[in-house]
């Protein structure tokens, strides 16, 4: 980090603001040097050539963007680069193992849960984040008894979901494709 | 977006000193609604001070309830053992909240202090008292279809779009806040403000002042509890309405009850005269309809959202009936508007 404390310019308009980092993404340590400013899902898309994660919205509101943190789904659009230099950050091109598919994109394909493609990548990153919430018993706003383990019915499914867009309305297939991984 | 300096303090005491003073110093949390009004030009801190890592993330029995981290998130908040257990309507409503993956982000103290959805608000290029005070209030007469019906003044009708704040609100909680001034705590409801004349503040707290947990104490009725929320579409979507309720119901008689409302004020609406009209009376649909009336008395509806007054009065009967029911409530449908 190098951020000065005085950031404003001559002309009274402020200076841009960079840091130097070491992200860990898909287990490679990538350094860059980003402007504050700047979300994951740019630095992401235009400094590490990972393309994958797309921007739909860039308002937290369509999930195109989802990568995990941690483990955990979360939105590269609303998180800011600087903020992500001590987490393990894996995106759409680190969850297969080499050339073997993760199994929701097998299933994906097996299931046709696409037609363009462009929520894709956001709709795989979050299915498999949602998959590791119901294994660690998470329960959702349908699950009917808070105090038992979530049965991932096309219900629960839709519901933990929700938070990924399809203009292309591949959600039947969505649906069938994390219904059979979660099965 | 106007440039900022990152930092990353230490620890509460630090991150205190960095803001104070500062007006242009913002803390920032999982940045869910921070960096989205950042980048539409509506908040311009010059400062982000990240409480993310020094925010407690912990949820612990006291004595009398449980206290809960600022730096708790969401996701972890609603799946976590002793909240689903002790607290289940606080459970319920941070589950009807935003997505998964936003809740894997949000925090305790950003989500109460997440700023209001009305769209003038977020538009720069309109005017909004709320952003730019004594520039006018355009919703009044535009688009307040999802704005309040309770509270409001006539330089603001917006509303407070949190879920967990109602069932905060429901339950009594305590906000523990830290700020140049020292530590104190303040009740919930009475965390947020009604607009009044003044409708920039969204809340009482003094600049500076830095939410370190929230302190929900234990409710004996909390098992027979909900959260019911009406909204748009049926998942992904903030409240039109909202109902937080907990009941004591003996011999058919309620003796004691706790209900807040979502979605239609500038805080999220404790129902005390609904509660009062309650204790005492006849666990009826009768009387329920009589407790909302009671409520609604209060509301002064704008002509594009007189809905909501029948739509909460509907709610609010139909959750506290099944709260009724005997062998407690089975969960039903998500209502949907049309
Ligand atoms: C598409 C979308 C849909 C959503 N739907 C819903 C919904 O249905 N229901 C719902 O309830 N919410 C919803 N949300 C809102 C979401 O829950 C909030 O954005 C989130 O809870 C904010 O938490 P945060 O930690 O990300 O806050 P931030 O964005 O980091 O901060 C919000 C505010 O809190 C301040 N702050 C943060 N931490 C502290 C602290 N410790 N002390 C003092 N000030 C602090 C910040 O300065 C900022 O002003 C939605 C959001 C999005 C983007
Ligand atoms: S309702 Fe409040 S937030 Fe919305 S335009 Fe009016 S003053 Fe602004
Ligand atoms: S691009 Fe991030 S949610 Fe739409
Ligand atoms: S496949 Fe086209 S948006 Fe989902």
């Given amino acids: 980090m190098n951020g000065e404390t005085d950031i404003t310019g001559a002309d009274g308009v402020p200076d841009p603001v960079t840091a130097d980092l070491r992200l860990s993404v898909n287990g490679v340590p990538r350094p860059v040097t980003v402007d504050t400013r700047e979300t994951l899902l740019d630095t992401l898309r235009e400094h590490l050539g990972l393309t994958g994660a797309k921007k739909g919205c860039d308002h937290g509101q369509c999930g195109a963007c989802t990568v995990l943190v941690d483990g955990r789904r979360a939105l590269s659009c609303l998180t800011l680069t600087v903020t992500a230099d001590d987490v393990e950050i894996v995106t759409v091109e680190g969850l297969a193992d080499g050339d073997a598919l993760h199994p929701l994109q097998a299933a994906f394909i097996e299931n046709d849960a696409l037609q363009c493609g462009y929520c894709t990548p956001g709709q795989l990153c979050s299915a498999a984040g949602a998959l590791a919430e119901a294994a660690d018993g998470w329960p959702s706003a349908v699950t009917p008894d808070l105090s038992a383990p979530p049965r991932l019915d096309e219900t629960e499914i839709r519901e933990r979901m929700s938070g990924n867009l399809c203009r292309c309305g591949a959600y039947p297939g969505i649906v069938a494709a994390v219904g059979q991984v979660a099965r | ?338």
Avoid at chain 2, 9 to 16: E, H, I, T, Y
Avoid at chain 2, 110 to 127: A, E, H, I, S, W
């Fill in chain 2, 1 to 338: 977006m106007r440039p900022f300096t990152y930092e990353r303090p230490a620890d509460v005491r630090s991150a205190v000193a960095a803001a104070a003073g500062r007006p242009d110093a913002a803390y920032l949390g999982g940045g869910t609604n921070l960096v989205d009004l950042m980048r539409l030009g509506v908040a311009t801190p010059r400062t982000l001070v990240d409480v993310t890592r020094i925010s407690s993330r912990a949820i612990e029995e006291t004595g009398g309830g449980l206290l809960i981290g600022a730096g708790v998130r969401n996701g972890d908040l609603a799946a976590d053992p002793l909240v689903r257990r002790a607290q289940p309507l606080l459970a319920r409503a941070v589950l009807e909240g935003a997505s998964g993956q936003i809740r894997n982000m949000a925090t305790v103290a950003g989500n109460l202090l997440q700023r209001t959805r009305c769209p003038y608000f977020q538009d720069v290029t309109k005017p909004c008292n709320k952003r730019l005070p004594g520039s006018g209030c355009p919703a009044r007469t535009g688009d307040h279809r999802n704005l309040a019906i309770l509270g409001h003044s006539e330089h603001c009708v917006a509303t407070h779009p949190s879920d967990m704040a109602v069932a905060l609100a429901a339950l009594d909680a305590l906000v523990h806040v830290e700020g140049p001034g020292g530590a104190r705590t303040v009740p919930m409801p009475g965390l947020h403000r009604l607009p009044g004349d003044e409708p920039d503040r969204d809340t009482v707290l003094a600049p500076g002042e830095l939410i370190t947990a929230v302190e929900v104490p234990h409710l004996p009725f909390a098992a027979r509890s909900r959260y019911r929320k009406v909204r748009d579409r049926a998942s992904f979507a903030f409240a039109v309405v909202s109902v937080a309720a907990a009941l004591d119901v003996a011999g058919g008689v309620v003796r004691d009850c706790r209900i807040a409302l979502g979605g239609v004020a500038h805080a999220p609406w404790r129902a005390e005269a609904a509660e009062a009209a309650l204790r005492g009376a006849a666990a009826t649909p009768e009387e329920f309809a009589r407790a909302a009336d009671a409520e609604l008395a209060r509301s002064s509806p704008l002509p594009r959202n007189a809905f909501k007054a029948p739509l909460l009065r509907n709610v609010l009967v139909r959750t506290l009936t099944d709260l009724a029911e005997p062998a407690g409530f089975a969960e039903s449908e998500p209502v949907e508007t049309p």
